[in-house]
Antibody, heavy 119, light 110 residues
Framework: EVQLVESGGGLVQPGGSLRLSCAAS????????MTWVRQAPGKGLEWVSA????????YYTDSVKGRFTISRDNSKNTLYLQMSSLRADDTAVYFC????????????WGKGTTVTVSS | QSVLTQPPSVSGAPGQRVTISCTGS?????????VHWYQQLPGTAPKLLIY???NRPSGVPDRFSGSKSGTSASLAITGLQAEDAADYYC??????????FGGGTKVTVL
């Protein structure tokens, strides 16, 4: 069974940093693109970042470019999201998701981890 | 404001048919990119409901169906059931913004 388990969320002050992790199991992690999607309280889904399975090509939504870095460790079956210069509007539940073979849209989602940016 | 426009809410009585529209533009749906639909039950993570415009993943009831035409797509739920009360999101690819979601539609079963 495919499982994605996010961790690393918490309360952080504006301007601070946080690293989210997503532990994957039940599939060959190195063969699939991975994605981060977030959902602010009471709001809709927002695609944040994606990383290819093969050459590590990364993609970001404009609002996080230069502040967030997506990476993966295929030896540990883990996806990461390094977040810095955090702002109040980064407050959200962050979901990790697996793409289907050869594609990036989220086909399987984790349960999410909550990030709160507040002083 | 989302690049993909969905109605904020739709409602129907049990057994009825409801549809949710997802309107895009020539840079996303109209450019031929696939549309995918997700169901998010209260307090849970989203779940893939329809992929590639019309396809249902294994385990999704056949009362859910998707279609696409021009710059729009639709999700239909026939034989509405109480357990279908949820938020529904469309998603596609945009040539400028990359992967984008609709604003979401809350389905209420009366």
């Amino acid at each position: 069974e495919v499982q994605l388990v996010e961790s690393g969320g918490g309360l952080v002050q504006p301007g601070g940093s946080l690293r989210l992790s997503c532990a994957a199991s039940g599939f060959t992690f190195s063969s699939y693109a991975m994605t981060w999607v977030r959902q602010a309280p009471g709001k809709g889904l927002e695609w944040v970042s994606a990383i290819s399975h093969s050459d590590g090509t990364t993609y970001y939504t404009d609002s996080v470019k230069g502040r967030f870095t997506i990476s993966r460790d295929n030896s540990k079956n883990t996806l990461y999201l390094q977040m810095s210069s955090l702002r109040a509007d980064d407050t959200a539940v962050y979901f990790c998701a697996k793409g289907p073979s050869g594609n990036y849209y989220p086909s399987v989602w984790g349960k999410g981890t909550t990030v709160t940016v507040s002083s | 404001q989302s690049v993909l426009t969905q109605p904020p809410s739709v409602s129907g009585a049990p057994g009825q048919r409801v549809t949710i529209s997802c309107t895009g533009s020539s840079s996303n749906i109209g450019a031929g990119y696939d549309v995918h639909w997700y169901q998010q039950l209260p307090g849970t993570a989203p779940k893939l409901l329809i992929y590639g415009n019309t396809n249902r993943p294994s385990g999704v009831p056949d009362r859910f169906s998707g279609s696409k035409s021009g710059t729009s797509a639709s999700l239909a739920i026939t034989g509405l059931q109480a357990e279908d009360a949820a938020d529904y999101y469309c998603q596609s690819y945009d040539s400028s913004l990359l992967w984008v979601f609709g604003g979401g539609t809350k389905v209420t079963v009366l």
